[in-house]
């Protein structure tokens, strides 16, 4: 939505909300998104990594910190 305020001679232009050049969260690069895998574990191990955090961050953290995978160089975190 464009407001148009008169202010003597001059129009000022405001604009509120909308879609704007540049805005909003840069996109992910292919490699990076996430991607919904269903796996079976037993109920104590879900409670347990609910309890830790979100599932899918501990357990990314925890396979890297055991050295099973490694993170791209361009990984954000």
């Not at 805005?23 to 830790?52: D, F, Y």
Request: with cysteine; hydrophobic share 40%; charged share 30%.
């Amino acid at each position: 939505m464009i407001n148009v305020i008169h202010k003597s001679r001059l129009m000022e232009v405001k604009m509120h909300g909308g879609n704007r050049i540049g805005s909003g969260r840069k996109k992910n690069a292919s490699h990076l998104r996430r991607e919904i895998v269903t796996i079976r574990l037993p109920k104590w191990m879900i409670m347990q990594l609910k309890n830790e955090g979100e599932i899918g961050c501990v357990i990314e953290y925890e396979l890297i910190k055991a050295k099973f995978i490694v993170r791209p160089s361009d990984y954000k975190s």
